[in-house]
């Protein structure tokens, strides 16, 4: 029997799984902002490569090939809390179309729930409150096609984080036809005790 926390046991498991496979990007994102440890760093990545990159086959095939570019974690202005923000890219490949050629809608909401889940585990944990998070409710709002081809953008930004709920809002852009492809909104609470 473990001795750690559910949720750390469970996020040591993924980080092992992650850790164990060879992936086709390293990611060495630039961190901005407040000013993080090394040992904080290597742990937010160690999450976003556990949330992506451990997961089931049609997740791991897209959430291995996004690259982390970015991660800023900052004070909102409004309420002094802290925030943190993820910037990723991945180029469109036959296994993200529909039948039109243009990115799936499936595939958007993929992204959409991979990338908040990864900013708002992020956060719980640089906050010191590491809990499984489940979502609650994931609304997405699609704004134009992205045909075969093009490099995405994907922000994720948490905008909540309380005891009971947390949110991250994301942004999902076509950089080579310089188009907003797809917005979303992710709600998540704390796992019940089973």
Request: proline letters at 4%; aromatic letters at 6%; a positive charge.
């Amino acid at each position: 029997m473990s001795s750690l926390p559910p949720a750390e046991a469970v996020l040591c498991q993924l980080i092992r799984i992650s850790k164990d496979r060879h992936w086709p990007t390293k990611w060495s994102p630039r961190f901005v902002g407040n000013e993080l440890s090394e040992q904080q760093r290597s742990r937010i990545i160690d999450i976003a490569s556990a949330n992506l990159r451990s997961r089931a086959p049609f997740a791991q095939s897209i959430g291995s090939r996004l690259e982390l570019l970015e991660v800023r974690v900052f004070q909102r202005d409004e309420d002094n809390k802290t925030h943190i923000r993820f910037v990723f890219e991945v180029d469109m490949t036959p296994d993200m179309l529909n039948v039109f050629g243009s990115l799936h809608g499936s595939c958007i909401t993929f992204l959409i729930d991979a990338c908040s889940s990864v900013a708002l585990t992020a956060l719980s944990a640089v906050s010191h409150k590491l809990s499984l998070l489940v979502s609650h409710t994931l609304g997405t709002t699609f704004h134009s096609p992205a045909p075969a081809g093009a490099r995405l953008r994907i922000t994720a930004e948490t905008t909540a984080f309380s005891s009971r709920t947390v949110s991250a809002e994301v942004q999902i852009w076509d950089v080579t036809n310089k188009s907003l492809v797809a917005t979303g909104v992710h709600n998540q609470m704390q796992l019940s005790k089973l």
